[in-house]
């Protein structure tokens, strides 16, 4: 997976390279739906030779719809909103969404994680704020978890932002320290 916002333009495309993480997840989706699931309708160019160009013309397509705001795509509900009504823009019927809190506990969250990568689906996952310093490139920021895997009793998750996955110890990541929390969208057919 992976798109970037930092191929946006500070200068003319300034909202997405900052603040366009929300619908450069909501890209590399669609462009996953499409290649790799079979839903048609959702990427308008030529899914065998998916250039930077067209990617960045996806984009600025996805942008209306999860456009970076003051405060960022912040809660859970705008990205459904946005990302549904672009589904629905292009007439796709059978893609379920929904909206998983960071208030959950840690074993739901694992079992759900679990079950979505299984089912091979990509999972859109925003964090807020974090005290460790190892999430600094993860705050206020929409990236993908594409991946779990258990090393001993640790379960560790692949976090995909900015085209690079790293693994994190998922403990770690969805235990933020702060009160208000981000969390992670589901899907489903």
């Known amino acids: 997976m992976g798109g970037q916002q930092e191929w946006y333009s500070r200068i003319t495309d300034f909202g997405m390279n900052v603040g366009g993480c929300a ?24 899914l065998d030779k998916i250039t930077r160009e ?12 999860l456009y970076p705001r003051w405060s960022g795509v912040d809660k859970l509900e705008i990205y459904l909103d946005g990302f549904g009504r672009f589904v629905s ?4 019927k059978n893609i379920k969404m929904s909206g ?9 969250t694992q079992k759900v994680i679990t079950s979505q ?3 091979e689906f990509p ?10 310093a190892t999430f600094q490139d993860y705050v206020w920021h929409w990236f993908i978890l594409n991946g779990y895997k ?10 995909v932002s900015y085209g690079i996955g790293k693994w994190f110890n998922f403990k770690m990541l969805w235990e933020t320290g702060y009160e208000r929390k981000g969390g992670l969208i589901l899907f489903g057919f």
Request: charged content about 25%; overall charge negative.
């Open 23 to 46: 619908a450069i997840t909501a890209c590399d989706c669609a462009i996953y739906f499409e290649k790799y699931l079979g839903v048609r309708g959702l990427y308008p160019f030529d």
């Open 54 to 65: 067209d990617y960045l013309k996806f984009g600025k397509i996805m942008e209306p719809y």
């Open 89 to 92: 823009d292009r007439g796709v």
């Open 100 to 108: 998983w809190s960071g208030e959950n506990s840690i074993s739901e």
């Open 117 to 119: 990568v299984d089912s």
């Open 123 to 132: 999972i859109p996952c925003l964090t807020l704020n974090h005290k460790e």
């Open 150 to 159: 258990t090393q001993g009793a640790e379960f560790l998750v692949k976090a």
